[in-house]
């Protein structure tokens, strides 16, 4: 993770736990700064600019880390077992995500993530994510395959679809693990993972009855 300084630091700690808490659009800058122990007003101003700044830097470096994980599991399956098959795919792209529901840190991620992808403020469309993960790019070429029956525009829609649906499922996890008593027994870490990567390839592989694409 880069390293911030201890000001910094604080104030993105603080953030995420408001805004984790309470909603994205709920806190006020005023609060981040009493809740990080900050005693200078323009102390977010300073570090970051602006409040989108401080929002986007709270993805940061979790999304780097994601990125770089994805990146080398792919560099290793590329050089060693061959051809990337559509499962295994949806597996790299999922499996360094679910491994943040095992932490507490994590899981606040997971559940921001479902947020920022609700709003239209930050997130234009669910596949804006293509843009900032490289990792994403290489895996939705492996992935394509799966995408080769159906017509450019229902294809297009599913890679969308299926982007915002893994997050909201992640989030919604997060959210279950962190619930007491939980609305219902949540799944083993392992169990979730492979139930989630079932129902990805299933929404890339199903055939379509759309008539009209355009």
Not at 2 to 13: K, Q
Not at 14 to 34: H, K, T, Y
Not at 184 to 204: Q, Y
Request: glycine fraction near 6%; proline fraction near 7%.
């Amino acid at each position: 993770m880069t390293p911030h300084a201890p000001g910094r630091e604080a104030l993105l700690d603080a953030a995420a736990l408001l805004m984790d808490e309470r909603g994205i659009d709920q806190v006020s800058l005023n609060e981040i700064n009493r809740a990080s122990g900050q005693h200078n007003r323009s102390a977010i101003q300073y570090h970051f600019g602006s409040r989108d700044a401080l929002v986007r830097e709270l993805f940061t470096d979790t999304m780097l880390a994601v990125d770089a994980e994805r990146s080398a599991l792919l560099d290793h399956l590329e050089t060693s077992h061959g051809p990337v098959g559509v499962r295994t795919a949806i597996e790299v792209v999922i499996g360094p995500l679910a491994r943040r529901l095992r932490t507490p840190e994590g899981r606040r991620y997971l559940r921001l993530c479902g947020q920022l992808l609700n709003h239209p403020h930050y997130t234009k469309d669910a596949r804006d994510a293509l843009q900032t993960n490289t990792s994403i790019i290489r895996c939705a070429e492996h992935a394509r395959p799966g995408l080769a029956h159906l017509p450019p525009a229902i294809a297009i829609e599913r890679a969308s679809q299926l982007i915002a649906f893994v997050t909201r499922a992640l989030a919604d996890q997060a959210r279950l693990l962190d619930t007491d008593p939980p609305p219902r027994p949540p799944l083993g870490p392992d169990a979730f993972t492979i139930n989630l990567v079932d129902i990805a390839l299933a929404m890339i592989t199903a055939p379509t009855a759309t008539r009209d694409t355009a």
